[in-house]
């Protein structure tokens, strides 16, 4: 049974920094891409960012791009989002995630849509305010 569990959100003042954490487990970790979505009250699930197997590639959102950072230690089968310059439209509960498809596959990159999650985890809150 996959098991992914998120952890380091909190509430933070506009500007602040962040950096949540999920464990995974019940999954080789080291063979599938990773996803961070989040989901704003009253909101559908937003992708957020993904990272390759190895960690080579990175994709964001543009909502994010230049203040997040997707990482990922497979020796500890730990996916890292670090967010900085944090800002009030980030607040939300924020979800790692897997997919059941790479993000790149036949040369075509694509991020995930909210249907096709097949495991999250119960989710971190980020709370963004002053």
């Known amino acids: 049974e996959v098991q992914l569990v998120e952890s380091g959100g909190g509430l933070v003042y506009p500007g602040g920094s962040l950096r949540l954490s999920c464990a995974a487990s019940g999954l080789t970790f080291n063979r599938v891409d990773m996803h961070w979505v989040r989901q704003a009250p009253g909101k559908g699930l937003e992708w957020v960012s993904s990272?390759?197997?190895?960690?080579?590639?990175?994709y964001y959102a543009d909502s994010v791009k230049g203040r997040f950072t997707i990482s990922r230690d497979n020796a500890k089968n730990t996916l890292y989002l670090e967010m900085n310059s944090l800002k009030s439209e980030d607040t939300a509960v924020y979800y790692c995630?897997?997919?059941?498809?790479?993000?790149?596959?036949?040369?075509?990159?694509?991020?995930?849509?909210?249907?096709?999650?097949?495991?999250r985890g119960p989710g971190t809150q980020v709370t963004v305010s002053s």
């Open positions: 990272i390759s197997r190895g960690g080579g590639r990175a």
């Open positions: 995630a897997t997919v059941g498809r790479p993000y790149c596959s036949g040369g075509y990159c694509r991020p995930p849509t909210a249907s096709e999650y097949n495991n």
